[in-house]
């Protein structure tokens, strides 16, 4: 890590210069935090199975069309991307009521949507990442409207693969948070899936006893969070432990 020079460091992760120019080494910590970096903490082995959960979801997705800026996995925390100018509206997908959803609207948590909801957060720390429109994304030029066009249909796309991926290894895909970069090549520019997807910004929910299985389990202390990462990571059949007679729910999806 010493030998490479930082580019950036977020509060989950570290992008690192590449091995070659537009190129970057995304690398995975295992700090969490929540509500805007209010709370802080630290669960051990998360980076490594969300550098695994994300390499694998990613991986799905391109092979059904879905163009991302993962490379390749580099080792237990580190991935090779291909750098991008991210956009700075953060994406979020909701198939059921919950978190600040729920709150919103007083809808009780695991109400189910009368049809997916894709909403745009201002990614601003200073802000608290404040709800927009796609008004405030191309009056104050944060995406063309084109782009936000590409946005829109990439991400309903995102969300029709992944709740079924999900439901095939009994969890519902409650909602999820996506960020999409600018990739210049070959004199093009063109939207790609970049960031991650992880528990740390999906809710994901046991089919059968509505346990949760995502970053709820450090906002809402209830314990056990690298355990339910790493049963997450067992159901996508990505752990070398892991085998189709391990698994108690639905036949794995690969
Ligand atoms: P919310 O209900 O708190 O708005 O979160 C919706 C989804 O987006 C949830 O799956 C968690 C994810 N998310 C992030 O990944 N980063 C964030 O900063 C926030 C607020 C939510």
């Given at each position: 890590m010493a030998r490479r020079r930082k580019i950036y460091e977020g509060k989950a992760k570290v992008l690192f210069e590449g091995p070659e120019p537009g190129t970057l080494v995304q690398y995975f910590k295992d700090d969490a935090t929540a509500f805007n970096n209010e709370k802080r903490g630290v669960v051990t082995g998360k980076g490594v199975l969300n550098n695994r959960i994300s390499e694998y979801l990613m991986t799905r997705l391109a092979e059904v069309g879905i163009p991302t800026h993962f490379v390749r996995r580099l080792n237990m925390r580190e991935q090779l991307v291909r750098e991008v100018e991210i956009i700075p509206v953060e994406v979020v997908v909701r198939n059921i009521a919950a978190g600040s959803f729920s709150k919103r609207f007083k809808m009780d948590e695991g109400a189910p949507l009368p049809r997916s909801i894709v909403e745009y957060y201002y990614k601003s720390d200073d802000l608290g990442d404040p709800l927009v429109t796609e008004e405030h994304i191309t009056a104050f030029s944060w995406a063309a409207p084109p782009e936000l066009d590409d946005i829109l249909a990439l991400s309903l796309r995102i969300n029709d693969f992944l709740s079924g991926l999900f439901l095939g290894v009994?969890?519902?895909?409650v909602d999820f948070k996506l960020e999409y970069g600018r990739l210049y090549a070959d004199d093009q520019v063109r939207i790609v899936l970049a960031d991650e997807i992880t528990p740390d910004g999906c809710r994901l929910w046991?089919?059968?006893?509505?346990?949760k299985m995502d970053k709820d389990r450090f906002r809402r202390d209830l314990g056990n969070v690298a355990e339910a990462y790493q049963e997450v990571a067992r159901r996508l059949g990505i752990?070398?432990?892991?085998?189709?007679?391990?698994?108690?729910?639905p036949a794995m999806m690969q």
């Open positions: 009994g969890l519902r895909l046991d089919i059968e006893t509505n346990e752990l070398p432990e892991a085998g189709p007679r391990d698994l108690k729910g």
